[in-house]
C-alpha cells in the first residue's frame, strides 16, 4: 500500500529526513518511532503530500504521488495530532461535508453508516462536536480519515490526552483498521507499539536506524533471548537448576507471581534457545510449568540506544 523509496527532504543546509526507504502492506500495523525532531512529521507530511520531497518517491496503493497525485491522495486517511474538526458543526453536518469536500462517490448514506459503525460515532450525529468528549472527537477524525474508502491509514499520537478507556477503545479501533487497511501509527507511547503494531519503524536524526517486526525487534537488536516462566516449584531449588542449564546467562524472581509458584526472567546467551531443556529439567523435578512467554528486551531500553547516538 504504501512505497517510500530514498524519500529526503532538506531544508537549505538542513537535512531533515536523510534517504529512508520502506514499504507498508496491506492489513499491517507499522509503528512510527523517533525522538523529537528525528522527521516524523516531516515523513508523514511527505507521505500525506502536504509537503513535497526534495528527493526520493512515494507510492501510494500503486499511484505515484508525485505524478499521480489526485489518485494517491484519495488513497490516503489521515488523523493529525489535532484533529481537523469543526466544533460548531453536528457530527452528521461534518461528515457529510468531509464527504463532499473529498468528492467522494461512494453511496453517500450506505457509506457514512458504515463509517459509523467502525468507529462507534453513529449515536452522536445530530449532538454538536464541541460538546463531546476529547475521545469521542478522535473518532471522529478517525471517521473522516475513513471516508472515500482509503487503503492507507497514517495515524499521528492517535491517544494523546485520553484517559485509560479511551485508550484501550482507541486501540481496539486500530486493531480493526489494521484488518483491512495499511495503517502508520505515530505515537510516543512504547506500550501501545508493543499492543497494537506487527512491525516496528525507528527514525533518528533523519535516518531510519530499525525496521523490524515487533516480536522479534528487542531480541535481535539486543542478541540475546528472554524468557518469562513460571513454574510450580520451590524457589530455591528452581534457582539452582535453571541457572545450571548451559547457555543462561542469569535467572531472576519476578515480584508478584500467583501463589504456589515462582516466576522468573531468564536470559540466556545470543542464539540459545533454553526453552526446551527448561521444560526438561522441570519434567525431571516433576515442576509443572504454568506459563512460559518471551517478552523480548524492554523496547524501552531499546528504543534509548538506538536514538542515544548519532546514525550518521
Not at 192 to 198: A, F, H, K
Not at 234 to 256: F, M, T, W, Y
Given at each position: 500500500m504504501i512505497k517510500a523509496t530514498h524519500l529526503t527532504k532538506r531544508y537549505g543546509s538542513f537535512t531533515a529526513v536523510d534517504d529512508i526507504s520502506f514499504t507498508v502492506g496491506e492489513g499491517e500495523i507499522v509503528g512510527f518511532l523517533g525522538p523529537?525532531?528525528?522527521?516524523?512529521?516531516?515523513?508523514?507530511?511527505?507521505l500525506t503530500g502536504?509537503?513535497?520531497?526534495?528527493?526520493?518517491?512515494?507510492?501510494?496503493?500503486?499511484?505515484?504521488?508525485?505524478?499521480?497525485t489526485a489518485a494517491a491522495k484519495k488513497s490516503i486517511g489521515y488523523l493529525p495530532e489535532l484533529p481537523p474538526v469543526y466544533p460548531e458543526m453536528t457530527v452528521g453536518e461534518y461528515l457529510d461535508f468531509v464527504y463532499e469536500l473529498k468528492g467522494c462517490t461512494l453511496p453517500r448514506k450506505q457509506h457514512l453508516a458504515d463509517v459509523c459503525e467502525v468507529t462507534k460515532t453513529g449515536d452522536s450525529l445530530k449532538r454538536i462536536i464541541k460538546n463531546l468528549s476529547k475521545g469521542y472527537r478522535q473518532r471522529i477524525g478517525i471517521a473522516q480519515a475513513?471516508?472515500?474508502?482509503?487503503?492507507?491509514?497514517?495515524?499521528?499520537?492517535p491517544t494523546i490526552g485520553l484517559d485509560p478507556r479511551q485508550i484501550i477503545e482507541m486501540r481496539n479501533l486500530i486493531r480493526i483498521l489494521g484488518r483491512d487497511h495499511a495503517v502508520i501509527l505515530s505515537t510516543h507511547i512504547l506500550g501501545?507499539?508493543?499492543?497494537?503494531?506487527?512491525r516496528l519503524l525507528i527514525i533518528n536524526r533523519g535516518r531510519l536506524v530499525a525496521d523490524e517486526k515487533t516480536e522479534v525487534i528487542t531480541t535481535r537488536l539486543s542478541g540475546r533471548l528472554r524468557v518469562r516462566a513460571t513454574v510450580a516449584a520451590?524457589?530455591?531449588?528452581?534457582?539452582?537448576?535453571?541457572?545450571?542449564?548451559?547457555?543462561?546467562?542469569?535467572?531472576?524472581?519476578?515480584?508478584?507471581g500467583e501463589p504456589g509458584a515462582v516466576t522468573l526472567l531468564i536470559e540466556s546467551e545470543p542464539g540459545v534457545d533454553i526453552r526446551r531443556p527448561l521444560f526438561r529439567v522441570c519434567a525431571e523435578s516433576g515442576?509443572?510449568?504454568?506459563a512460559l512467554e518471551q517478552p523480548g528486551a524492554d523496547l524501552e531500553n531499546v528504543f534509548i540506544s538506538l536514538t542515544a547516538k548519532d546514525p550518521r
Open positions: 523529537n525532531g528525528a522527521g516524523k512529521s516531516t515523513t508523514m507530511n511527505m502536504y509537503v513535497s520531497a526534495t528527493a526520493g518517491d512515494i507510492e501510494i496503493d500503486g499511484h505515484d504521488l508525485l505524478t499521480d475513513l471516508i472515500g474508502d482509503p487503503k492507507t491509514i497514517i495515524l499521528d499520537e501501545e507499539v508493543q499492543s497494537v503494531c506487527d520451590p524457589e530455591k531449588q528452581l534457582l539452582s537448576a535453571v541457572r545450571a542449564i548451559n547457555g543462561v546467562l542469569r535467572a531472576d524472581p519476578v515480584a508478584g515442576w509443572p510449568i504454568l
